[in-house]
């Protein structure tokens, strides 16, 4: 078993809880913080001298008194140095491509330092000026690194990932259907309450996904494929998005299995702090492309259905990339078995799946037409 593969032990729940209500709101700080970068990067602003204020009438000294430019610059460089330079939250989140650049540009700057800490400091007029000129000249060394070509690499880097991701949706979809004549497949989307919603943190989250997943492979030896992403959402929080491919010879009642599911996730797994959704039911009525239900491997509507459910599942979730620390997609594996049939109707062949981990309340929200 590799690591990836590896299921956490109980013990190790109070590791999970070492980052709590804290975490949720640097995570909101940190978004918003990319907005703003992002605004910048797109208007090219620089700071007026307008900002520079006398601290009196005819007085010779001056304080900095922020625009919308100085505003957003103070505010990114005091979010993004405390959280990768400072705190321990820097092992749970990673820069983006603007941020990463800011804080080059920008960390050393004894103002913004000075700032971060007290209230704008009084200082002369001429202090004044060459102050903002620093500033200037450092959003221009930040604007002339958002045009290299090492930027836009790893901007288009999630968009890689993302069609990576559905290319192995996709072959865990061809191989299941080239073993299987028929499969059941059943999406829960598994979420937190309201009130325990400020309280989980990414590793509370991949624990209790891998008790669900654990508890999902022993209670169904009819399991032969999963799926799941991780997202994060503003009114959602942390949230899995699992899509189970059972058996259609084993098993049938798709919805019963759906909410048996989501009650695991919902009362044992995260012991009352989670709650669900179960996309199998109403999935005809709901989804303009149902890939849920039953699969026949003659059904080319719902394999176009689930075509486009693998698209949704593997689409760039740039929030939860830059949010958490870990993986937001996987797919388990399969064995390779010598006895795979290559022609005629697919025939059932009885392999396991390689061990991974599960998840379970409704969620009154309507959920998104796919």
Same mark, same amino acid.
């Given at each position: 078993?590799?690591?990836?593969?590896?299921?956490?032990?109980?013990?190790?729940?109070?590791?999970?809880?070492?980052?709590?209500?804290?975490?949720?709101?640097?995570?909101?700080?940190?978004?918003?913080?990319?907005?703003?970068?992002?605004?910048?990067?797109?208007?090219?602003?620089?700071?007026?001298?307008?900002?520079?204020?006398?601290?009196?009438?005819?007085?010779?000294?001056?304080?900095?008194?922020?625009?919308?430019?100085?505003?957003?610059?103070?505010?990114?460089?005091?979010?993004?140095?405390?959280?990768?330079?400072?705190?321990?939250?820097?092992?749970?989140?990673?820069?983006?491509?603007?941020?990463?650049?800011?804080?080059?540009?920008?960390?050393?700057?004894?103002?913004?330092?000075?700032?971060?800490?007290?209230?704008?400091?009084?200082?002369?007029?001429?202090?004044?000026?060459?102050?903002?000129?620093?500033?200037?000249?450092?959003?221009?060394?930040?604007?002339?690194?958002?045009?290299?070509?090492?930027?836009?690499?790893?901007?288009?880097?999630?968009?890689?990932? #993302?069609?990576?991701?559905?290319?192995?949706?996709?072959?865990?979809?061809?191989?299941?259907?080239?073993?299987?004549?028929?499969?059941?497949?059943?999406?829960?989307?598994?979420? @937190?309450?309201?009130?325990?919603?400020?309280?989980?943190?990414?590793?509370?989250?991949?624990?209790?996904?891998?008790?669900?997943?654990?508890?999902?492979?022993?209670?169904?030896?009819?399991?032969?494929?999963?799926?799941?992403?991780?997202?994060?959402?503003?009114?959602?929080?942390?949230?899995?998005?699992?899509?189970?491919?059972?058996?259609?010879?084993?098993?049938?009642?798709?919805?019963?299995?759906?909410?048996?599911?989501?009650?695991?996730?919902?009362?044992?797994?995260?012991?009352?702090?989670?709650?669900?959704?179960?996309?199998?039911?109403?999935?005809?009525?709901? @989804?303009?492309?149902?890939?849920?239900?039953?699969?026949?491997?003659?059904?080319?509507?719902?394999?176009?259905?689930?075509?486009?459910?693998?698209?949704?599942?593997?689409?760039?979730?740039?929030?939860?990339?830059?949010?958490?620390?870990?993986?937001?997609?996987?797919? #388990?594996?399969?064995?390779?078995?010598?006895?795979?049939?290559?022609?005629?109707?697919?025939?059932?062949?009885?392999?396991?799946?390689?061990?991974?981990?599960?998840?379970?309340?409704?969620?009154?929200?309507?959920?998104?037409?796919?």
């Amino acid at each position: 078993m590799n690591e990836l593969e590896r299921d956490v032990p109980c013990e190790e729940i109070h590791d999970c809880e070492t980052v709590t209500s804290e975490d949720e709101s640097w995570r909101r700080d940190l978004i918003e913080t990319e907005q703003r970068l992002q605004a910048l990067a797109e208007h090219r602003a620089l700071i007026s001298e307008r900002v520079i204020q006398s601290v009196s009438f005819s007085s010779d000294h001056a304080r900095l008194k922020p625009d919308d430019t100085l505003e957003a610059v103070s505010s990114a460089y005091a979010v993004l140095r405390w959280l990768f330079k400072l705190s321990e939250y820097r092992e749970h989140y990673r820069p983006s491509p603007y941020a990463s650049r800011f804080l080059a540009a920008f960390e050393s700057s004894p103002y913004l330092r000075q700032v971060s800490l007290e209230p704008a400091p009084t200082m002369t007029r001429e202090e004044a000026r060459s102050v903002v000129a620093d500033l200037n000249q450092r959003l221009q060394a930040w604007y002339e690194s958002l045009t290299g070509p090492d930027f836009q690499y790893e901007r288009r880097k999630s968009q890689r990932n #993302s069609r990576n991701n559905e290319q192995r949706f996709q072959a865990l979809v061809t191989e299941l259907q080239a073993r299987y004549a028929r499969l059941q497949i059943v999406r829960v989307d598994c979420e @937190y309450t309201q009130d325990s919603r400020p309280e989980i943190t990414y590793e509370l989250a991949h624990y209790h996904r891998e008790r669900l997943l654990r508890r999902v492979r022993n209670d169904y030896p009819s399991l032969v494929g999963y799926a799941w992403k991780l997202e994060w959402g503003q009114a959602t929080g942390l949230h899995y998005h699992l899509v189970f491919f059972f058996d259609g010879h084993q098993v049938r009642q798709d919805i019963q299995i759906g909410e048996r599911i989501g009650q695991l996730w919902a009362n044992d797994i995260t012991e009352g702090l989670g709650r669900y959704f179960n996309c199998n039911r109403g999935a005809a009525q709901r @989804y303009h492309f149902n890939a849920l239900g039953e699969l026949n491997y003659h059904d080319t509507e719902k394999r176009q259905g689930l075509s486009h459910l693998g698209r949704y599942l593997t689409k760039v979730d740039a929030v939860a990339a830059m949010t958490t620390a870990g993986r937001t997609f996987q797919t #388990s594996q399969m064995d390779k078995a010598s006895n795979t049939p290559t022609g005629g109707r697919p025939r059932q062949i009885a392999t396991p799946i390689k061990r991974r981990t599960p998840a379970s309340g409704h969620s009154p929200q309507q959920r998104p037409i796919l």
